[in-house]
């Protein structure tokens, strides 16, 4: 923390931002633009502040912030796996219909959605006791933490599932690396063996 004081008369929306993000919500730009337009102006002085109290404020460019914790990553809890698994059905059913991933936050997640996800996931939703009311109920959870919002009769993912799809992305990343070392091992063992030519001299 710096020895400038702070100009907490500028922190007008401490409280909030203080009683939000310790409840584990992730404030958004888009649905939170007077928390956020705050937030971005006095970065510094929240992040001194909110430092001194124990917590990790974390900015990201795409448009949300939160308080970071290294236990959660490491022990993902309950809530944070079941949520994991929603966003991954929801994912790769819109990447199956040809959905840019990207653009996730235009997709109008409706009931209708829902049923197909479910029914493309049928067996791994089922193992996990989930319905298609239960994937509601989940993304009523996920609007608690702010990755997603109820809009005109259906939800619309905010920019924080960002943290989930890049996770998504490491690990399938790391799948790829994965398979492709026992090809190159393959290759590596190919280049040493000597041929049926060299093998009679």
Not at 29 to 35: I, V, W, Y
Not at 99 to 127: C, M, Y
Not at 170 to 192: C, I, K, N, T, Y
């Amino acid at each position: 923390m710096t020895d400038t004081p702070l100009a907490l008369d500028r922190l007008t929306h401490l409280a909030t931002l203080f009683r939000e993000l310790g409840n584990g919500k992730h404030i958004n730009r888009l649905s939170d633009p007077m928390l956020w337009a705050e937030l971005e102006r006095e970065e510094a002085a929240y992040r001194a502040l909110f430092g001194a109290l124990g917590y990790d404020l974390r900015l990201d460019g795409r448009g949300f912030a939160w308080f970071h914790t290294e236990e959660a990553s490491g022990n993902v809890n309950k809530t944070s796996r079941q949520l994991a698994l929603l966003f991954m059905v929801i994912f790769d059913t819109q990447a199956d219909a040809g959905k840019p991933l990207l653009r996730f936050g235009d997709w109008a997640i409706d009931r209708s959605l829902l049923n197909t996800v479910h029914e493309q996931h049928q067996e791994l939703l089922t193992a996990e006791g989930l319905d298609t009311e239960g994937l509601a109920s989940l993304l009523e959870t996920a609007a608690r933490f702010g990755f997603a919002r109820e809009a005109g009769g259906h939800w619309q993912l905010l920019p924080a599932v960002c943290r989930y799809l890049d996770h998504f992305e490491a690990l399938a990343a790391e799948s790829r690396e994965a398979s492709d070392e026992p090809a190159a091992a393959e290759d590596e063992l190919d280049r040493d063996e000597p041929t049926a030519s060299e093998d009679m001299r």
